[in-house]
């Protein structure tokens, strides 16, 4: 019997832009260490890798695709395929930082003309809002604006 297998190359889920444009979106955004933004990791390797994108961009594609229900593996695993095809297609680039507490390492940047999303333009990253401080050790509730108690 002759069988047909898929096509690996072409994207399985009919939502893989919403789910790049959700990584795009948090690449842009950079992540909050100590209160300063600083470019997410281009791997995950390492003991004690503080910039690392795969657990931001997990969360990302979780809520970008609501009400959807991942199973954890799965969410990683097209998670990770996502970045790894971005990075292949030109839409995340590496390159140094010069400055800051990671210097001398590489980070993440979204090459928006190379998106299908280059003609909108994205919010700057804001490097000087303070980041709300996580409740207990469970974590807390990500806040993107102003908050009147």
């Known amino acids: 019997m002759r069988v047909t297998l ?48 795969i657990d931001d961009a997990m969360e990302a594609v979780a809520n970008a695709n609501a009400p959807r229900q991942w199973q954890p593996g799965d969410l990683q695993a097209v998670t990770q395929r996502s970045i790894d095809a971005m990075k292949a297609e030109g839409w995340l680039v590496e390159e140094g930082i010069t400055s800051g507490r990671f210097r001398r390492g590489q980070g993440l940047r979204v090459d928006w003309p190379s998106t299908p999303w280059s003609g909108v333009t994205p919010a700057p990253a804001d490097t000087t809002e303070e980041v709300p401080q996580a409740v207990g050790e469970g974590g807390g509730q990500l806040v993107n604006g102003v908050v009147n108690d």
């Not at 889920?13 to 948090?26: E, S």
């Not at 955004?29 to 390797?45: A, E, L």
Request: aromatic share 4%; net charge positive.
């Open 6 to 53: 898929p096509n690996l190359n072409k994207p399985s889920d009919p939502d893989h832009h919403k789910i790049k444009r959700a990584i795009a979106d948090v690449v842009q955004r950079g992540k909050v260490i100590g209160g300063q933004t600083y470019p997410y990791s281009p791997n995950s390797t390492g003991a004690k890798n503080e910039r690392s994108i």
